[in-house]
């Protein structure tokens, strides 16, 4: 068997775990099945002689996990631009390069602007690639770029909202949460909890910095569309919440406590937040896992949570809330309920 048809079978083998990570719930999974199938394309393209590919699809891996693991996506874009300068440098010693680096490029152009504009540039990186691809007959992955173009113009031609709701939708930790993030954050709020919620952005930046680790947001690709926001509270502040008759979210810094001591411990779920168009049975599962997994992990760390409480202003909250083993202690209004879980 010849080098070039070792290549169209590994090209192939990366295809299979291309498509395999897209069926996976776990997050820890899709990366996984990612990075063997980057490092398939990459054995594809050295076996080929195509330097640039390979070295596009070893940092087009780095930069997805960038994507996942943090908020940053504006940031690592840019940071792309250099890393693709010096890949031209180092791999064909032609303007063939542009090719893959331009394709690439739009690709991060287009998952930072819109979802219609991400289908519109994957048209045309994809198309890019296979002129790229057919120049060192990689007839596999030729076949594999075309499968996503017909897949993108598919999108856009039968209405694209429909494919890009449900199993894109992961979520991260939001330890880290740049100054536009918070914006994002608080437009969310201002869509979809009205003239419920009170706060300010300048509450949200006071709070945050006051304790870090309270956020889970919700992604889909490198958009940022919903997000948990879990605060750690004094006891007196808790009991206020539980006797109040409507909603209560008058919170100051010196009212959240961090998890640094040894002792009882008082959570309460201040938001949870999502786009309309993304509240679904696959949401409301990964949303539901990722607040048990910030629980159990303070748990498993040794710190004592007692209760938790949540205003649920929505059936969308309410229905996460059931899910996660909340009673209802009662009505605030027609539309409003408190909740509460004891853990010990």
Known sequence: MNIEIIAQVVGAIAWVFFLL????????????????????????YGLLGAWGGLFISAFEL???????????????????????????????????????????????????????????????SNTLWIIYDLYYLDYIVVLTDLMLVISNLSILIYGYTKFLNKNNVYTVSGKYISKATMKILYDLDRSYYDNVYLWNIDIMNSLYKTEKNSYILIKDKNEI????????????????????????????????????????????INSIVLKNEYQNKDSIEKITKAINKFIK??????????????????????????????????????????????IF
């Not at 999974?29 to 394309?41: D, N």
């Open 21 to 44: 990570s897209y069926y996976s719930k776990n997050l820890n999974k899709i990366i996984f099945m990612q990075i063997i199938s980057s490092v398939l394309y990459c054995i594809n």
């Open 62 to 124: 780095l930069k997805e996990i960038g994507y996942y693991k943090t908020d940053k996506d504006k940031y690592i874009f840019y940071f792309t631009i250099p890393i693709y300068i010096l890949i031209a440098f180092i791999s064909e010693k032609s303007l063939l390069i542009l090719i893959p680096i331009i394709a690439s490029l739009l690709d991060g152009y287009g998952a930072l602007k819109s979802k219609k504009l991400m289908v519109i540039t994957g048209v045309i």
């Open 225 to 268: 569309i919903g997000y948990v926001n879990i605060l750690n509270i004094n006891l007196d502040v808790y009991n206020k919440m539980m006797e109040s008759d409507k909603i209560y979210d008058s919170f100051k810094s010196e009212d959240i406590v961090s998890f640094n001591l040894k002792k009882d411990y008082y959570l309460s």
């Open 297 to 342: 992990y303070r748990i498993n760390k040794g710190f004592k949570i007692i209760k938790i409480n949540c205003f649920a202003v929505n059936s969308f909250e309410s229905e996460i809330l059931e899910k996660l083993g909340f009673i209802k202690v009662k009505n605030i209004t027609n539309e409003c309920f408190l909740y509460e879980k004891k």
